[in-house]
């Protein structure tokens, strides 16, 4: 029997994450996301099916607010204003 989120009863969730994590085909055997050495490597390195959508997140950011600066934090881009504030 399992609960709401499949998880069998009487396991807890970080018990469960580590069961799918390390079992075989489990997201911990993903390959590792390549280290970005800027926002534009970011976008030049999206496949086919990735780049058209995150293009338009990116021109959504920046029409929101167009002084926002792109970085890259966590190996993905952010739109920042000021010192910390992100968008």
Do not use: I
Not at 2 to 23: F, H, I, S, T, Y
């Amino acid at each position: 029997m399992r609960d709401g989120l499949g998880m069998p009863l009487g396991v807890c969730a970080e018990e469960g994450e580590r069961e799918q994590r390390d079992a075989p085909g489990g997201y911990g055997e993903a390959m590792p996301m390549p280290r970005r050495s800027s926002v534009d490597d970011f976008f030049a390195r999206l496949n086919d099916v990735q780049r058209p959508h995150l293009e338009a997140l990116r021109e959504l950011s920046r029409d929101a607010d167009p002084e926002a600066r792109e970085e890259l934090k966590w190996n993905l881009p952010v739109y920042l204003r000021g010192k910390n504030t992100s968008l």
